[in-house]
């Protein structure tokens, strides 16, 4: 099913989550990098993911890898965290069908949608996981993904 079919259709999605997952989780304190409190404030941050398709449960699985850095010349990583957040679909098999390539035509609005869910899980379980009170204090940024869709598909080709 393409974005455009998806549009078109009376057909609905209908999905669960079955299994969110924290596959590591790593905190250093600023303080070993030498490096100063005013150093994790504007630092820099990594997202990105991975997308596996199990066709024959009809599950979608986003493993979701999160990066913080210090806005020094090193970047010191400050904490990440990789999450794996598993999606159960309804009728996948009656829904999405393989192209030539041997790939599935899932549109980009769903995997979107399923995006913004793990990258929320995962923003999530980064305030739960994380201890130093300064690195609670950092506003994590809007990830639009979208964008993160396309740098994935780029990837790809």
């Known amino acids: ?4 079919e998806l549009k078109e259709t009376s057909k609905t999605v209908e999905f669960k989550i079955i299994d969110i997952e924290i596959k590591s989780f790593s905190e250093t304190d600023y303080k070993e990098y030498g ?4 150093d994790t404030k504007e630092g820099g941050c990594y997202v990105g993911f ?14 979701i890898l999160a990066e913080f850095f210090s806005n020094t010349e090193k970047k010191d990583k400050l904490f990440s965290i ?9 009728d996948f098999k009656g829904l999405f069908k393989k192209n030539k390539e041997n790939q599935f035509n899932i549109p980009d609005s769903l995997l979107n949608h399923l995006i913004g869910i793990a990258i929320g899980g995962t923003r ?5 996981s994380t201890k130093n009170p300064k690195y609670k204090k950092i506003i994590l940024p809007l990830v639009i993904t979208s964008q993160l869709l396309d740098t994935y598909k780029n990837k790809l080709k």
């Open 1 to 4: 099913m393409t974005n455009k």
């Open 35 to 38: 490096l100063e409190e005013s």
């Open 50 to 63: 991975n997308l596996i398709i199990d066709d024959k449960k009809g599950i979608i699985i986003l493993p």
């Open 82 to 90: 990789e999450t794996v957040h598993k999606f159960k679909l309804k």
């Open 124 to 128: 999530g379980m980064i305030a739960a």
